[in-house]
């Protein structure tokens, strides 16, 4: 069966430092992968996707970057973080575009 | 703007009373999903909704797709303290080639 895993689960970091959430699929090929933001009880904001490695498609112009090394292997970026980039990041895949999206546990980030 | 509209934003109701949640907009949508996410977790699917007037049952939830594939409904009869959570609709709108979510509703059920 197919699992997603996402770390770390909760990060506290200063404004200015830099930013890395990993995420990890197992248990399928090729599939389609995302970055979600969530503010507190909240709808979802695509941040970016990625339909195979090394493509990403970005849908917020903003201070956060992704990219995918690997087929199943997911990667949220930041340089020098931001107090708006606080939230609940989160990461899904799909088997297609518009299809039935998948989530991880959550990262919570908190910008200080 | 928001695409999807979802209303009430906030609800808190006694155990075993019954409950509808809507899902809203002016686009058409070729189907629906909707989640449920509870309090620091990714939101798990319930349910896709795909055929206009289409209506899904899981167990005590009932989900329903509007006639134009404009709106849907979600009914819980005789909710239970284990229905809280966050309840978030998501569709792919014909002009758009991702999901969008709508803003969500929030449900108490107390015991």
């Known amino acids: 069966s197919q699992t997603i895993h996402q770390w770390p689960a909760t990060l506290v970091q200063p404004v200015g430092s830099p930013l890395s959430l990993e995420c990890t699929v197992e248990g399928t090929s090729n599939p389609n992968l995302y970055w979600y933001r969530q503010a507190a009880g909240r709808g979802l904001q695509l941040l970016f996707y990625?339909?195979?490695?090394?493509?990403i498609s970005s849908e917020v112009p903003q201070n956060l970057s992704a990219s995918r090394p690997q087929d199943r292997q997911f990667i949220l970026s930041s340089k020098k973080l931001l107090l708006s980039d606080s939230g609940f990041y989160l990461c899904a895949w799909s088997v297609m575009n518009t299809g039935e999206l998948f989530f991880g546990e959550g990262s919570r980030l908190t910008v200080l | 703007t928001q695409l999807l509209e979802q209303s009430p934003q906030f609800l808190s109701i006694q155990e075993g009373e019954n409950l509808t949640v809507y899902c809203n907009s002016s686009s058409v949508f070729s189907s629906l999903q909707w989640y449920r996410q509870e309090p620091g977790e990714g939101p798990v699917l319930l349910v896709t909704v795909v055929t206009g007037g289409e209506v899904k049952k899981l167990k005590r939830l009932t989900f329903q797709f509007g006639d134009a594939r404009k709106d849907s409904s979600l009914h819980i009869t005789a909710a239970q303290p284990g229905d809280t959570g966050l309840y978030l609709c998501?569709?792919?709108?014909?002009?758009?080639?991702?999901?969008?979510f709508g803003s969500g509703t929030q449900l108490t059920v107390l015991p």
């Open positions: 998501a569709g792919p709108p014909r002009s758009a080639r991702q999901l969008t």
């Open positions: 990625s339909v195979g490695i090394g493509q």
